[in-house]
């Protein structure tokens, strides 16, 4: 079973940028497609980015792209994957979740929460107008 664990929230002026990271423990690692998902408050939880395990697909949401960037480091057992953050709107306001599931092929990352069965505790990130 894998754990995950976000950390690196916070709460930054709007322009401002944050990294995010999610430790992986567990026996196996290497074959979980990986995600971060964000929930605003009254809002339903929605995609932000997603990575496979073999890193050759990195897809994000339209709101983010072209200012969010996520990477994993599968080496040397780090089992960590990141969010880069950058250019940061008050909209981005969101408790960030990493999720991850069993790949199920090496051409698709899932953008539904419903294919991710294992979630992190979650981060706040805070952008100040």
């Known amino acids: 079973q894998v754990r995950l664990v976000e950390s690196g929230g916070g709460l930054v002026p709007a322009g401002d940028s944050l990294s995010l990271s999610c430790a992986a423990s567990?026996?196996?690692?290497?074959?979980?497609?990986m995600a971060w998902f964000r929930q605003a408050p009254g809002k339903e939880r929605e995609f932000v980015a997603g990575i496979n395990w073999i890193e050759s697909i990195r897809i994000y949401a339209d709101s983010v792209k072209g200012r969010f960037t996520i990477s994993r480091d599968n080496a040397n057992a780090k089992n960590t994957v990141y969010l880069q953050m950058n250019s940061l709107k008050p909209d981005d306001t969101a408790v960030y979740y990493c999720?991850?599931?069993?790949?199920?092929?090496?051409?698709?990352?899932?953008?539904?929460?419903?294919?991710?069965?294992?979630w992190g505790q979650g981060t706040q990130v805070t952008v100040s107008s």
């Open positions: 999720a991850a599931y069993v790949s199920v092929s090496p051409t698709f990352v899932a953008r539904s929460p419903n294919q991710y069965d294992l």
């Open positions: 567990g026996r196996t690692w290497s074959n979980y497609d």
